[in-house]
């Protein structure tokens, strides 16, 4: 199964492509989870088999946190467990917005059905035959497994050009494109373009280009000549 996008429409009105993850990025993170589920139970065993009867409960209420509550509180409170971590995916809400407390309960403890009859044979039959990869977990909880996007470092501001502004600009607008110099660095590539396209009238140019064009600008705007 390839992985698709879900379209979400936020209460703003603004249109979301979610990448939903297929289940073989979905298998792997969690055969990942499970190395580190067992890692932690066969770190700990001998050590707790030393406490006696004591560390005989103790290593029962280890597997518990382990099996349950490990995937719950990470997926809460970070959206993701180690394994999601390693291969880029994140739990959401079918909305978009971030995992709450009962749909993480929920999508876990329906993994026993999944499971069944064994080697989660009707997770994956729901995740081929559901247009989002989602398993039956998923689809009663109403959470999403999504790709993380990418991580892209921004296009550093250029300082060795300067460029004067072909229209006169009021102190208003001046501020605005050293603004724009000063804070767009911090800024994915593609936002960057997407600011520099409004003032594309100013810069006669768009897409990279133009985001350069406002950098040159804003340097002789502080008098970098």
Known sequence: MLDTYREVITPEGVPLQLPAAGPVPRALAWLIDLMVRVGVLTLMSPLLALLGGLGQGLYLGLMFLMFWAYPIILEVWLGQTLGKKAVGLRVIARDGAPLGWMAAIVRNLLRTVDMLPFGYALGLICCLYDPYGRRLGDLVAGTLVVHLPPRTAPVPARTDAALVPPLPLQPGEQRAVMAFAERAPAL???????????????????????????????NWLLGRR
């Open 188 to 218: 994915s590539p593609a936002r960057q373009q997407e600011l520099g396209d409004i003032a594309s009238v100013l810069s006669e140019a768009r897409g990279q280009a133009g985001v350069l064009r406002l950098y040159a600008m804003a």
